[in-house]
C-alpha cells in the first residue's frame, strides 16, 4: 500500500490561512493530487504537484517533498464554502490511492 | 462543459439482487475509472479502462465485472449483492492513457447504491 496519512479533522476560521498535511510512504509514483469533496459529491480537482516545490493556484497552493514524503494543502483568505473534505491521493501508472481525508470545518 | 454523467444517480436494491452502474465520460475521454466509497471512507480504487480494454483492477469483488463500450461509456456490472455493497460509485475518466505522469481525473457525481 501507499499508506497515506491525513489529519483527520481541522477547523479554522473564515479569511485564515489553513495548512493540510499529507505524509506518505511510497517507493515511487507519477504525481500527488488534491481534491475537494463536498459530502455525497463527487471529489473535484483542486492541485497536483510532480515535480518538487510549491503549485499556486489561486487561493490554493499545494506543496511537495519527495525526499520527505511530504506534501501539504495551503488555502488562503478561508470561505465558509471550502467546509468541504479534503483528499490526497497518490497516482502511480494506472490508478490513484487516496488518503482518508481531512475534513476541514471553517466557522465565521 | 461536458461533464462525466452517471446514472442512475440513486438505487435501490435487495440483497443477492443485480445492479448496473453507468458511466458516460467527457467526450474524446478515452480512459475510465470506477471508485467504491463507504460511508466516511475515502474512494477506493476497482477497475480502469483505455480505448476498450481492461487497463488496471484495484479491490474489485469476483461478483463485480465491468466493460468499456465502442463508444467510450462504461457499465459496472454487480451481482448477489450484499449490504456491504451500500455505498457511492463514482466514475472518473481522463483525456490520457494510464500510466502518464499528469493525468487528471474528471469525477462524475456518483450513484448512491442502496441495499437492503
Known amino acids: 500500500g501507499q499508506n497515506i496519512d491525513q489529519p483527520t479533522e481541522m477547523t479554522a476560521t473564515e479569511g485564515a490561512i489553513v495548512q493540510i498535511n499529507c505524509t506518505y510512504q511510497t517507493s515511487g509514483f507519477n504525481g500527488l493530487f488534491w481534491y475537494q469533496q463536498h459530502a455525497g459529491e463527487a471529489p473535484t480537482f483542486l492541485s497536483y504537484?510532480?515535480?518538487?516545490g510549491l503549485e499556486e493556484k489561486g487561493r490554493f497552493s499545494s506543496f511537495l517533498s519527495r525526499s520527505k514524503g511530504y506534501s501539504y494543502l495551503l488555502l488562503k483568505e478561508l470561505q465558509m464554502k471550502d467546509s468541504a473534505s479534503y483528499l490526497c491521493a497518490l497516482y502511480n501508472f494506472n490508478k490513484f490511492y487516496f488518503g482518508s481525508g481531512t475534513k476541514l470545518n471553517v466557522k465565521p | 462543459a461536458a461533464g462525466v454523467i452517471q446514472s442512475p444517480r440513486h438505487l435501490i436494491k435487495e440483497k443477492r439482487e443485480t445492479a448496473t452502474l453507468k458511466c458516460y465520460p467527457i467526450p474524446r475521454h478515452d480512459t475510465v475509472y470506477w471508485y467504491q466509497q463507504g460511508p466516511g471512507q475515502d474512494p477506493q480504487f476497482l477497475i480502469s479502462f483505455y480505448e476498450k480494454m481492461q487497463s488496471d483492477k484495484g479491490s474489485i469483488p469476483d461478483r463485480f465485472s465491468a466493460q468499456q463500450f465502442s463508444d467510450y461509456h462504461s457499465e459496472l456490472n454487480m451481482s448477489s449483492l450484499e449490504l456491504g455493497d451500500s455505498a457511492l460509485y463514482f466514475c472518473?475518466?481522463?483525456?490520457?492513457?494510464?500510466?502518464?505522469?499528469?493525468?487528471?481525473?474528471?469525477f462524475g457525481p456518483g450513484t448512491r447504491l442502496t441495499v437492503l
Open positions: 472518473a475518466s481522463s483525456p490520457k492513457r494510464p500510466g502518464t505522469g499528469y493525468n487528471e481525473q474528471f
Open positions: 504537484n510532480v515535480l518538487d
